[in-house]
């Protein structure tokens, strides 16, 4: 199976400017993809789709394929994913590739590892699936099983349509909710069903460590922590290899 890693970064931001080239512990954000991916044993090809020149030359600086620059209509605040994943199919078709799949992997979420990439693209591939996601448990407190809607007239309906919460805990079914580090398509579903997951959905669950999604000064100064804490373990741990050699 032909799956195309599919990397789109545009030059706007809302929360953090700049941020897909904003230097994250001295490399731009996007490198961290892009190495993850290049990294990733089942991807056929990782390409980068942006309508900026300079996130352009970043992105081959590290060494990821440009084949096309994306159009400024496709890069809006407003601009959906799907259209922006379409558009890259077609413009490689055009020239004569063609995938069975698409794998996109969004910049914001710069801890995710090339192991969730294969992973995914494992289970596609064993399973047959629509779509594969990568997604992370719902903490109880957010079961669906204990969420309420409010009616306008104030009276509170379980999300499930049951007519009371279970009571224990221990009882809960386990909730998933979309992580957003990676999303495996077929081709035909995102053309087809004209969306990112099709009727057969199935989820890869990533380690909270590896699951992060900038959106805000916050977001990144979390992220910072993080990779800085992995920096000091990984030192220490050679240290400790290389004391036990000598």
């Known amino acids: 199976m032909k799956v195309l890693g599919l990397i789109p970064a545009r030059g706007g931001s809302k929360g953090v400017s700049r941020k897909n080239i904003r230097l994250l512990l001295g490399k731009p954000m996007l490198a961290y ?5 290049k990294n990733a044993g089942r991807l ?13 030359e970043v992105g081959l600086k590290y060494g990821v394929d440009v084949p096309f620059m994306r159009p400024a209509e496709l890069a809006r605040d ?21 995938y069975d799949a698409i ?6 979420n710069p801890l995710r590892r090339a192991e969730d990439i294969d992973n995914c693209i494992e289970l ?20 669906p099983k204990w969420v309420y809607w409010k009616n306008a007239d104030g009276k509170m309906v379980l999300t499930t349509g049951e007519t009371a919460p279970i009571s224990r805990r221990q009882d809960l079914p386990p909730a ?14 995102l ?21 992060v999604n900038i959106d805000t000064l916050e977001d990144w ?19 400790t290899d290389f004391a036990a050699t000598v």
């Open 33 to 37: 993809t892009i190495e993850a991916a």
């Open 44 to 56: 056929t090809r990782v390409i980068l789709s942006t309508e900026d020149e300079e996130i352009a």
């Open 78 to 98: 407003t601009t959906p994913t799907l259209p922006v994943i379409q558009h890259a199919i077609e413009s490689l078709e055009a020239i004569g590739e063609v």
């Open 103 to 108: 794998c996109l992997l969004q910049p914001t």
């Open 124 to 143: 596609f591939e064993e399973t047959g699936a629509d779509s594969v996601i990568s997604i992370r448990q719902v903490p109880h407190e957010y079961n």
């Open 176 to 189: 998933f909710h979309r992580e957003g580090s990676v999303y495996v398509t077929r081709k035909t579903v």
């Open 191 to 211: 053309f087809e069903a004209g969306n990112l997951y099709g009727t057969d959905v199935h989820g890869y669950e990533i380690e909270p460590e590896h699951s």
């Open 221 to 239: 100064n979390e992220v910072e922590r993080r990779l800085q804490e992995r920096l000091a373990a990984s030192d220490s741990q050679r240290e």
